[in-house]
Structures are given as C-alpha cells and as structure tokens.
C-alpha cells in the first residue's frame, strides 16, 4: 500500500527549473481549500468519497514546457473506488473560448523514452565508430630525417594500444546509454500516475504531465483539470503565470 511519502518523492523526481513560471490554484467550491505545502501552492479537494491533492512538481514550471502536478488521492470511503487516466481532462480557457489540453500517459511518457534511447544508441554508435577509425589510424605517422628526407612508417604496437582504448571507451559510452535509459524508465515507472483502485483508506499517487497550455504573450494561462475518483468528480482551477509576476 503506497502512502503520501510516494507523492513527496514523485515531487522530487519532478526536478527543479532555474527560472520558469509558476502557478496558483483557486478554490471553486466550499469542498475545497487553496493552501501552501512545504512553500508551494496546493489544492485539496473533498467529495463524498475522496480527497485529492494537487501540487506542481517543482517550484516553477518550465516557460512554454509540460506543466507537471503531484496528484495525491485519499479513498475515504469503505468500498475500492477506481482512478482511471482516461477520467482525467484539462481544458484551457482563452478569450472566452476552451480548448483541450492532452493528457500526456505513462504509456506516452515510455514511448517517448524509448525513442530518445534509439536516438541515443545511434549517437553512441556514431561516436563509437568515430573512435574505432581514429584508432585504426593511430599506428600511422610521419618522420624527417636530419638530411630533409621525409616519408611514413607505421607501428602496430600503438596501433593496438589505440584500438584497445578506443574498445574500453566505446564500452563505457554504451554502458552509460544503457544505464541511463534504465534509470529513466524506473524514474518513470515510480513517478507518474496511472491506473490504479484504491483500497479503503489507501493513499495513492504521482505525477500528472499535461501539453503545454498556449503561450498568451506574457499574460497568465488559465486551465482546468478534472479529476475522476470513483464517481466524484474534482475540478482544479490553475492559474500559470511567468516567476515574479
């Protein structure tokens, strides 16, 4: 059974961002309360069956880039509730007018991993042969006699000391692509929300990406994140406008 600590740590994994925008949420309802958490703004929101909590991952949001919410859900009733991805929706507001925020999944968030990693491995392939063909002409060279004569001579034995570290090097570059693709996909695999019930007083969370809200040329981005828990229905106001506004 996960507890609150799990959404402490999906906030922490959300890292930080030097300089961005920052948001605020605003109580639609008397079942909700606008409050600030470890010195960022949050949301807690009550229904019949459930308590949800929201929160941005990092203490400003990357300008023009996925915002990202810790979403923590309490089942405060006496039957499993269900929490379903495809329950949740975004809309933004612009000039009187809504329009729809995709919600970005786990299964999106992997997919995207996976083909960073392709991009990777080609890079590291590419550096690696690089290597290879430096080596190979590493035993090659030039040399001038005291009488003007030049010419070329090659030497096998640095030849295969060139081919040997360009060997261990090229290991190393494909151990760390490797290593990191596994350590973001676990960062994956324990941060981000996805389908899940919730037992009787099981708390549950992670991280909620959403699209970028469109850019409003310096003015504040307003947005609405509905959450689904079982049958109530939680509904985030946010406001995301530049750091020091």
């Known amino acids: 059974m996960r507890n609150l600590g799990v ?22 309802n008397p079942q909700q309360q606008s409050m600030m958490r470890d010195g960022q703004p949050a949301l807690v929101s009550r229904q019949k069956s459930s308590l949800v909590l929201v929160r941005p991952a990092s203490r ?28 949740v929706d975004a809309t933004q507001h612009v000039g009187g007018s809504d329009f729809g925020m995709q919600i970005v999944t786990y299964e999106m968030l992997v997919q995207e991993e996976k083909n960073r990693q392709v991009a990777s491995a080609i890079l590291t392939g ?10 190979s002409q590493a035993g090659y060279g030039r040399y ?5 004569r030049t010419g070329t001579f090659y030497s096998p034995t640095a030849a295969v000391i060139a081919q040997n570290n360009a060997a261990v090097q090229n290991e190393a570059m494909i151990a760390a692509t490797v290593e990191n693709g596994q350590r973001n996909m676990a960062a994956l695999e324990q941060s981000v929300i996805k389908d899940n019930t ?4 099981e708390w549950y ?11 409003q040329a310096g003015g504040p981005k307003t947005y609405t994140i509905i959450i689904t828990v079982g049958s109530d229905r939680h509904v985030v106001e946010v406001s995301q406008v530049p750091a020091g506004a």
Do not use: W
């Not at 915002?67 to 991805?85: H, S």
């Not at 919730?198 to 007083?201: H, R, S």
């Not at 969370?205 to 850019?215: E, F, K, M, V």
């Open 205 to 215: 969370g992670g991280q909620l990406h959403l699209a970028p809200p469109t850019d």
């Open 144 to 148: 001038t006699t005291p009488g003007g």
């Open 60 to 87: 400003q949001l990357q300008a023009n880039g996925r915002p990202v919410f810790v979403v923590g859900i309490n089942n405060l009733g006496k039957q499993p509730i269900d929490f379903r991805m495809a329950q």
């Open 126 to 135: 590419l550096a690696g042969a690089a290597n290879a063909y430096s080596a």
């Open 7 to 28: 959404v402490a740590l999906c906030a922490a994994l959300g890292g930080c961002v030097s300089s961005g925008e920052t948001v605020s949420f605003r109580a639609s």
């Open 198 to 201: 919730l037992m009787p007083g």
